[in-house]
């Protein structure tokens, strides 16, 4: 079996906020689309000019990807960090909270409920967005996500952005997305405080 040649080529195009863009080969041909994730865990963000190899591939629809991309002609800058914030940490807490409200008994079972089951939706979400970003596919609207964790599920979120790498270096993402936590947040200290938790549905 021939084993797959690498080629190399710069990339002509870079949407940082968006982590893609293309690359064209060296000497001409058709241009390939590149996605942040598929560069090495800790190297830096591309910029357009930049050189890369990579391996030619397609997609589900035959379009032209550029698989296992690397930087090549500079040496790597430091790698940009993603954040400090121990997202697992504070997801798993938030949904062992969630656990705990479910098991204490019927006052505050729909809140628990509420917040395990939209933690579950945002976890799919964000996989399902970062799978379509890998492959090039139809994106999942970043308003989408935000709702998901205004409405609860932000555990479940903070967890799928650590596990899959994905939205944690976008900044102005993580801005809306860490006001959507403080928003619910309040809806939920409201809840409590104003007697009208204990009143829902159980």
Do not use: C
């Not at 405080?193 to 204990?198: E, H, K, N």
């Amino acid at each position: 079996m021939q084993k797959a040649v690498r080629l190399a080529g710069r990339i002509t195009e870079w949407d940082d906020a968006k982590g893609y863009g293309f690359v064209v080969p060296n000497g001409g041909g058709d241009r390939a689309f590149v996605h942040i994730s598929g560069f090495p865990r800790g190297s830096r963000r591309p910029v357009q000019g930049d050189q890369v190899s990579y391996l030619p591939g397609r997609d589900e629809r035959g379009r032209l990807q550029a698989r296992q991309p690397k930087l090549a002609g500079r040496p790597a800058a430091p790698a940009r960090e993603a954040s400090n914030v121990p997202r697992t940490v504070i997801g798993l807490g938030a949904l062992a909270a969630a656990t705990a409200l479910v098991l204490a008994g019927p006052a505050y079972l729909a809140i628990g409920l509420a917040y395990l089951v939209a933690s579950a939706i945002a976890y799919l979400l964000y996989w399902a967005d970062k799978s379509s970003a890998v492959r090039g596919g139809r994106r999942i609207a970043e308003s989408t996500l935000h709702l998901a964790s205004l409405l609860g599920g932000w555990p479940g979120a903070l967890l799928a952005q650590q596990q899959f790498r994905h939205k944690t270096i976008k900044q102005p993402f993580q801005s809306v997305f860490w006001v959507t936590v403080v928003a619910n947040l309040g809806m939920l200290a409201w809840l409590v405080y104003s007697g009208a938790a204990a009143g829902l549905p159980a």
